[in-house]
């Protein structure tokens, strides 16, 4: 039996080795699925449910949710869903839990849901997705995506392994970005495809408060909404905070982890300020390579808007020898001293 996909990288057609029949599979704008034998056959076929990727948003694994053939629902782990509809047939466990009132003195910036009850999305406590099922997905009915592991020791070694195969792919791909948005793409999306948490904190809140962004929050229930909350508010001053990084030596550097740069004031001076970051792809006894996206471009910084001030992927290197950094042709003398670098690690078991 042979598995065929169509341009959307979802199955389409099931066929035998002795091509005796074929089954042909239609998606719905809800993600459900209608399987149509085209002739007769004498196999008896068992209904499925998958939900499946698109261009705009890929994914690397399949996502399977079980159909209940009693009731025609699907089951997400906190509630069930109605596929027909499109909606949950229980409210959201938020209501309940008391996620979106505020305490006293509480800023609604804190609240799930984007605003709590000050976001009237959220009175709609059986919409599935926002009531947008084409942009986004729910896993599980509640969270960014279900989190089935934590981080060990383990976990972040497969994270270092990660981080080249995935830059590769973006680089094959074209794919844009800031240089903070790099870094934090390579953790959310290794994160999200292994069940692990991560929260990031930044000064994105009401008033330029403190804000802490986490996949398990009701706040989100898709991997790319949580995605472009952080991507669109976090900068890179924001990742020397000790709840996203932990300071490390140079001697201790493995790939994933991260150089924060001082660009300083025009007359050369630092500032104290780090405002650009660099993902280390290999460090040795002779050398630090790294990669990195923009700095100091103007545009939007979503990395959805059509001014997203993202660019392609460059690399470079610091010369452990000679203490040189070089990009292309381009070379800086003493680098770490002249950039005012930080060595950083993400705070992996804070998240746990």
């Known amino acids: 039996m042979s598995f065929r996909k169509d341009n959307l990288n979802s199955f389409s057609f099931i066929v035998s080795q002795k091509r005796k029949f074929f089954i042909y599979t239609n998606y719905s704008r809800q993600r459900s699925i209608a399987i149509k034998p085209r002739f007769k056959s004498s196999v008896k076929f068992k209904k499925i449910d998958c939900r499946f990727s698109d261009k705009k948003h890929p994914v690397d694994f399949a996502v399977v949710k079980e159909l209940d053939e009693e009731t025609n629902l699907y089951y997400y782990g906190a509630r069930y869903l109605d596929p027909r509809t499109s909606r949950w047939i229980a409210g959201d466990p938020a209501i309940w839990q008391g996620d979106y009132i ?17 976001n009237t999305l959220n009175f709609h406590v059986y919409g599935y997705a926002f009531n947008n099922p084409i942009r986004y997905v729910d896993l599980n009915g509640r969270e960014a995506w279900e989190h089935t592991s934590t981080w060990t020791p383990e976990a972040i070694a497969g994270y270092n392994q990660f981080v080249n195969e995935r830059l590769s792919e973006y680089e094959r791909n074209g794919r844009n970005f800031t240089c903070e948005d790099l870094a934090l793409s390579l953790l959310i999306d290794y994160a999200s495809q292994n069940g692990l948490p991560v929260s ?104 959805n808007a059509r001014n997203y001030i993202g660019v392609p992927i460059t690399r470079g290197s610091y010369n452990l020898s000679t203490n040189n950094y070089q990009r292309g042709n381009t070379i800086v003398r003493n680098g770490f001293e002249t950039f005012g670098v930080s060595f950083r690690r993400w705070n992996f078991y804070r998240w746990n």
């Open 102 to 118: 505020p305490s006293p003195g509480q800023s609604p910036d804190r609240l799930g849901g984007m605003g709590g009850l000050y």
């Open 200 to 303: 990031i904190t930044n000064n994105s809140g009401l008033f330029r408060s403190e804000r802490t962004y986490s996949s398990n929050s009701n706040e989100f229930n898709s991997i790319e909404g949580f995605k472009t909350a952080v991507l669109s508010t976090t900068g890179a001053r924001d990742l020397m905070k000790s709840s996203n990084t932990v300071p490390m030596q140079l001697q201790y550097l493995t790939r994933g982890d991260l150089l924060l740069l001082d660009t300083g004031l025009p007359n050369g001076q630092h500032d104290g300020i780090k405002e650009h970051v660099q993902v280390v792809t290999n460090s040795n006894s002779q050398s630090v390579d790294i990669a990195q996206g923009s700095l100091g471009r103007r545009g939007s910084s979503n990395p």
